[in-house]
């Protein structure tokens, strides 16, 4: 689930919220009582079931029992998703939905024993020794050859086949649990905003309000925010220990350790993302370098908004003058943009559009940000967002149609060549924000609207940089003390503090700063997927390197990247990068990404002085 836009909207904030659409998930499923979702629980049980049998009671794999089982994993993981991918777009329109919230739990339920197939299939791949000499002969392995690689380096860190059982069994009563009462809190959370009227807000909307022009109502909006994470404060101390307490517990049976037995969650998150931990590091590194980049920026953020230094509060403050943009202009212009690049891919977003893909607007019990989830079985996605109006809303737009767009071009092929890491997740959809960017900047017509498009994209490039590398720190942090201690309300805002503060540096006021960010942010809530944070950074480092291969040399650009997207799920990041020409785990290229950046920031400050 991508949720890290920050799109979230204020009724009153000059937005044209009429006729925002809501997404039709009855080309999915018709209801939860249709026969068409019964048919497919009771298929998922069948298929489950049968998979489970065929693993445990066949002898050692051969090629074509190999082969068999992979395929009959495939078919049964495509209608586990599918099933939840549904269920989980009605639960997040609506987290008062009892009913949504007891159809996930089924299909969890019903989709368990893929968890102990998937083991036993891992362990029954890496009993053969020769792979390579089966893929030279065999052809008809060619296609899961890397799936094939990847699940015997896997099975080096798993449990037994029912220790493993017991565990995913466990974990919809704990850490998924304490993952969906902190959705159930935080779409619900909110305060009385304003001493007058005091008009009840949800931290929703008061987070929309960040990007209000007026700095009094930006304060206040952030104060009200901060006193309504401080009333949840305990249930999400809870949530968060509980998450990743179980995830150091899991990640410690599972071989996730060093030499003296210590848990070791970025070495997991590495391999999950399918990139070498030198990669990693390359990666931080250009971070860090970016650091003094980016608090310059803010001090010029803070001169054009006539302010001593940037508070939080001011991160999203707009800078120059922004039209509104009804939800028809977003659509037209992602279309043309996208058609622009690729006829192709806008052909694909207005049929998404004409197909009421998206769920555009807000309302109380809808979760924040925006997602864009896939059905393999119907070979279509489904987008959720929260539109205010703003050019960030309709970049977010795009974003989530660069994700629904990469799901497009793999869904022809067998599953274990279509599951990408976190890391290319966020290359398509960044890519497409940059296309938008790009288009929309180059036809501003007054320098008010390139001031406040390029101010624009250099805020959302600061969150992606800045805000993502501390959370990168605080989550390190978080493990490290986790695996020592239940941390208190108190603690983890004082470890969030601390990363800020390594981060915006002088570029933020060090007094006002947000310390609930590890409640707002929901990617810390997940067992299964520590360091959900630094994805986004390599993907928005990664794609501007890929834009700016694409300016110097359009011919032939679009196919190459189009192969390279296939490549995905099929491949290691390096290898998939190299695909289009570029080395990853050195400097060199991250810095090049970073090249762009300066320059933006260098006309930023030109267009802040005209």
């Known amino acids: 689930m991508d949720t890290f836009k920050n799109t979230s909207i204020e009724a009153s904030n000059g937005a044209a919220t009429d006729a925002l659409p809501s997404w039709n998930l009855e080309t999915i499923y018709p209801s939860f009582d249709s026969s068409e979702y019964k048919r497919d629980i009771a298929l998922l049980e069948k298929r489950a079931a049968l998979l489970l049998e ?30 939840m991918s549904y269920a989980e777009a009605v639960y ?25 197939a998937a083991v036993i299939l891992r362990n029954k791949l890496a009993e053969i020794e020769d792979w390579e000499q089966l893929f030279r002969t065999d052809k008809t392995l060619e296609p899961y050859e890397f799936f094939i690689a990847e699940a015997v380096r896997k099975a080096r860190f798993q449990m037994t086949p029912d220790m493993e059982d017991l565990a995913n069994d466990l974990a919809r009563s704990g850490a998924d649990a304490w993952q969906r009462l902190h959705e159930a809190v935080s779409s619900t959370a909110g305060a009385a905003y304003g001493a007058v009227d005091g008009a009840w807000k949800t931290v929703t909307q008061l987070r929309g309000m960040a990007a209000n022009k007026d700095r009094s109502v930006r304060e206040k909006a952030y104060k009200a925010e901060l006193e309504a994470w401080r009333s949840v404060e305990i249930p999400l101390a809870a949530a968060l220990n509980g998450v990743k307490g179980a995830a150091i517990v899991m990640d410690t049976r599972r ?88 006829p192709a891919m806008g052909a694909f977003a207005q049929a998404a559009f004409d197909a009421h893909w998206i769920d555009a607007g807000i309302r109380e019990g809808k979760v924040g940000g925006a997602y864009c989830a896939d059905f393999p079985l119907a070979g279509v996605s489904r987008i959720l967002c929260n539109f205010d109006g703003s050019f960030d809303s309709v970049s977010t737009v795009a974003h989530e ?29 960044v890519f497409a924000e940059t296309i938008i960017f790009e288009g929309a900047y180059a036809k501003a017509a007054s320098n008010a609207e390139k001031l406040f498009l390029i101010e624009a994209n250099l805020k959302d490039c600061c969150q992606v940089i800045v805000d993502i ?21 108190e603690e983890l805002c004082a470890l969030m503090i601390d990363a800020q503060k390594k981060t915006y540096g002088d570029g933020l006021d060090e007094n ?9 942010k929901s990617h810390y809530y997940s067992a299964a997927l520590g360091f959900y944070n630094y ?13 700016a291969a694409y300016s110097e040399n359009k011919q032939g650009f679009v196919e190459k990247y189009k192969a390279m997207l296939a490549l995905t799920g099929s491949a ?30 260098g006309e930023f400050e030109e267009r802040a002085q005209c």
């Open 255 to 342: 071989n996730w350790r060093n030499a003296a037995g210590e848990c070791q969650p970025l070495q997991k998150a590495a391999f999950q993302s399918r990139i070498s931990e030198e990669t990693l590091a390359s990666l931080i590194a250009a971070l860090e370098h970016a650091l003094p980049l980016f608090r310059r920026y803010l001090t010029i953020k803070s001169v054009a908004l006539k302010i001593p230094v940037c508070a939080f509060y001011d991160l999203f403050a707009p800078v120059g003058e922004g039209r509104r943009w009804t939800f028809d202009e977003a659509s037209q212009c992602i279309v043309n943009q996208f058609s622009a690049f690729d």
């Open 401 to 429: 149609l660069g994700h629904a767009w990469h799901h497009d071009i793999i869904k022809s092929l067998p599953r274990t060549r279509a599951m990408y890491p976190m890391t290319l997740a966020e290359t398509a959809s």
């Open 92 to 116: 997040t329109t609506d987290t008062r939905n009892s009913r949504a919230l007891a159809e996930i739990n089924a299909v969890e339920s019903a989709r368990l024993p893929l968890g102990k």
């Open 535 to 547: 994805p986004y950074a390599f993907g928005q480092l990664f794609s501007l390197g890929l834009y």
């Open 54 to 83: 065929l693993l445990t009671n066949s002898p050692p794999f051969d090629a074509a029992s190999a082969v068999k089982a992979i395929r009959s994993w495939e078919d049964a993981a495509d209608t586990a998703e599918n099933l």
């Open 512 to 520: 006002l700063l947000h310390p609930y960010m590890w409640a707002v």
């Open 572 to 601: 290691t990041v390096e290898d998939v990068a190299r695909s289009i020409g570029c080395d990853i785990e050195g400097n060199a290229f991250w810095r090049k990404s970073l090249d762009i950046l300066e320059k933006r920031v």
């Open 469 to 489: 590398l501390s959370r990168f720190y605080f989550e390190k942090a978080l493990f490290e003390r986790r695996a020592v201690v239940e941390l208190s309300p």
